[in-house]
Structure formats: C-alpha cells, structure tokens
C-alpha cells in the first residue's frame, strides 16, 4: 500500500539509499588502495537514481530454468550497474585507484548524503505542520 | 545496511595496513641479523594484500586481507668479514637482504593508507549519527 506520504518522501529515501551504497563502493575502492589488481569502482548516480525511481532494472533478466541457474545480473547495487572507473594513471601492479579522485568523490558523497538526510527531516516537518495546522 | 558495512571495510583495511606496518618494523628490526633460528641469516619479508568481498548480499563492498607473508627473494648482501663467526670460507658473511630504503618508504605508504581509512570510518560515524536525527 502506497500512501501520499510515501510518495512524497520516496525521492529522497531512495536518494539517500543509493548515497549510502555509493560510499560504500568509494570506502572499498579508499580500502584497496594497495591491494594488487584491484579495479576502482563507482556507479552513475543519476541514472541510478532515475532507474530506481522507476522501478526498473537498466539490465535484462535472464530466464532461469533450474535451480541452479545463476540470475546472471552480476554486481548491481539497487538494480544501478557497477561500473569501473577510467584510470588516470594506472600503476604497474594493476591497481586504478587514484586516491585524490576517491577522497573527492567521498567527501562529495557524504556531503550529498547528509544534504538528503536533511531534505527528509524537512519533509517530515512538513507532514507535521500540516497535521498539527 | 550499506554504512555499517563502511566500518567492516575501512576495519580490514586498517588491519591490513596494520600487518604491513608489523612486517616493516619486524624487517627493519632484523636489517642487520646475521643468523635466525633456523641458522640461516633473516630474510626480508613482505605482505600480499587481496581483494575479499564484503557486501551484505557478496555485491559491492569489497575489503582487504593480507593473502600472504611471503619472504623476498633478493640474494643476501654478502659483506667481507673474515673474523665474523659466520663467515664462509673465502671470508664473507651472508647479511640480509633487507632494503632499509624499500622499507621506510612502506612504513609511509602504510601510515598513509591507515589514515585514510581512519578518515573514512570516522565520516561514516558522523553520517550514521546524522542518520539518526531524521525526523526531529
């Protein structure tokens, strides 16, 4: 049951869902900044967002006739594919991750994140003041 | 749920990082042991970090354990010293092969890289305490 209070705090939950996930990925690329052959990570947030809003996975489904058959959709986080990042200067030992970038791309990311918690309290707010008038 | 998982991953790292920095110390510690347990001079050794997934459903998170320690291959440095007890025939004493300069400059990087994820806990702490105002 969807109500229009779920309606109208939908966007920004589903934003601060995607914003926690993505400082997860960027935490792990932070984490395996030594780590040989490990790829950096991330995901296009906004066409994440626009795909989860819609409730539609931007991949295929593959059919599966058994069991055992795996769901094929690889890593996603809420349906948003996870992709790998365009190395600047990729060193010798495989890895991609450039710390300056990754420090950035989190300090942006937690900035956003608490920018939506705060678009959310002020939703609430708002359902308040109309219930109390 | 995806920030506490942050602290299992910035935790491995830290661990990680943290075994790093142990094998600098046990490396420079032993720069100049001619001789081990094993009668063998010390040879310098080295961590092997790997990718090991840490998402809640294996999607991705992604943390870091140390795969293996394993003892670095350089021949020994050989320094002419007939009246060491250790020196072979021709009056040589096997050092070990460890490089002090390789291992001040992991000793950094590993500080560096420990930071970092102190760095990254501590935001998430700060987020998953912003989290829970919502609503008041």
Do not use: C
Not at chain 1, 48 to 56: F, I, V
Not at chain 1, 76 to 89: K, N, T
Not at chain 2, 2 to 31: K, P
Request: cysteine-free; overall charge neutral.
């Amino acid at each position: 049951m969807s109500s229009r209070i779920d309606d109208a705090l939908r966007f920004n939950q589903t934003a601060l869902t995607l914003r926690a996930a993505r400082q997860e990925l960027i935490a792990s690329n932070i984490a395996n900044a030594d780590t040989p052959n490990y790829k950096a990570r991330d995901i296009d947030f906004a066409s994440a967002l626009q795909g989860a809003l819609a409730g539609s996975s931007p991949r295929m489904a593959m059919a599966a006739t058994a069991d055992s058959h795996l769901n094929g959709g690889g890593q996603g986080v809420l349906g948003a594919p996870v992709m790998y990042r365009a190395a600047v200067q990729p060193s010798a030992d495989g890895n991609t991750v450039d710390m300056d970038v990754e420090r950035a791309q989190f300090a942006d990311n937690a900035l956003r994140y608490e920018a939506s918690v705060k678009f959310i309290s002020e939703d609430i707010k708002q359902v308040l003041t109309a219930l109390q008038g | 749920m995806s920030l506490f998982n942050i602290f299992n991953i910035a935790g491995s790292a830290m661990t990680a990082q943290a075994q790093r920095l142990n094998v600098v110390a046990s490396n420079l510690a032993n720069a100049d042991s001619a001789t081990g347990a094993d009668g063998k001079p010390y040879r310098a050794k080295q961590v092997v970090f790997s990718t090991t997934p840490m998402g809640a459903d294996g999607q991705g998170g992604a943390g870091v354990k140390v795969a293996a320690v394993v003892e670095d291959t350089a021949p020994m440095k050989l320094v002419y010293d007939p009246k060491h007890p250790m020196a072979n025939a021709q009056g040589y004493v096997a050092m070990p092969n460890v490089n002090p300069v390789d291992e001040m400059v992991n000793m950094i990087s590993a500080s560096r890289s420990y930071q970092n994820n102190v760095d990254v806990m501590n935001t998430s702490k700060t987020l998953l305490l912003k989290t829970l105002t919502i609503g008041q």
